[in-house]
């Protein structure tokens, strides 16, 4: 069964420091992958997606992420946090049947001065 | 508005009351997910519905819980005989396309307590 995990339940960075958020996956053939960002009390919005391709994917609010199979990873990145970036960022895959998004538990991030 | 709307936002129960979640999908959208959020334990899958039809209901309890799509009006999550441990955040989001490669949109949910 498709499973995806975040190691990583709670980190701390300063603000105008670098991010990275990870994320393993377990699938058997070509992962649909997703970032979603939840700020407290509210829903989850998309941050990016990977189907194919390129396997370095831009998002918005200055995220990125990286695919490596070999590694069956989908790490997410940003450059240089805000603190308005302190919320909870879960990694997604789609199921092999296509018809639900499998989430990880979750990292929260909380941005220090 | 044109994102997900999930009403009531907050719902209070009694132990043995029933609970009944309404999710309006975006305009245009005839794929609807159900998931439940518990501290710290991420999104969990419920249900995925379209329009009359239930799809996929692999992460649904098998008892007391239920969901539906009807060809008009919102999508419903019923809860009969609400007990503690169903208090949490449920989640809709829908999708335009059956595609796995559709983005689901979700809404801001419905926070469950039961006393």
């Known amino acids: 069964a498709q499973s995806v995990t975040q190691p990583d339940i709670h980190i701390t960075v300063s603000e105008g420091a670098s991010l990275e958020l990870r994320c393993n996956y377990s699938?058997?053939?070509?992962?649909?992958l997703f970032w979603y960002v939840q700020s407290p009390g509210q829903g989850l919005q998309l941050l990016l997606k990977y189907f194919s391709g390129d396997t370095l994917v831009q998002g918005i609010k200055g995220f990125e992420a990286e695919f490596k199979r070999s590694q069956s990873s989908f790490n997410l990145r940003k450059p240089s946090v805000h603190w308005s970036d302190a919320a909870e960022y879960f990694c997604a895959v789609f199921n092999q049947a296509g018809t639900a998004l499998i989430f990880g538990k979750g990292t929260t991030l909380s941005v220090s001065s | 508005n044109a994102g997900v709307m999930q009403n009531p936002r907050h719902l209070v129960r009694r132990r043995g009351q029933e609970a009944r979640l309404r999710c309006s999908p975006m305009?245009?959208?005839?794929?609807v997910y159900w998931y439940r959020q518990l501290p710290e334990e991420g999104l969990k899958f419920m249900v995925y519905l379209q329009k009359e039809n239930i799809i996929d209901e692999s992460g649904m309890p098998k008892e007391r819980f239920s969901a539906e799509f009807p060809k008009e009006g919102p999508s419903i999550l019923r809860i009969q005989q609400v007990v503690r441990g169903d208090s949490a955040a449920y989640f809709c989001?829908?999708?335009?396309?059956?595609?796995?490669?559709?983005?689901?949109?979700f809404g801001e949910g419905s926070r469950l307590t039961v006393l």
């Open positions: 699938y058997g053939a070509t992962p649909y």
């Open positions: 989001a829908s999708s335009l396309s059956d595609s796995h490669t559709g983005e689901l949109f």
């Open positions: 305009k245009g959208h005839s794929h």
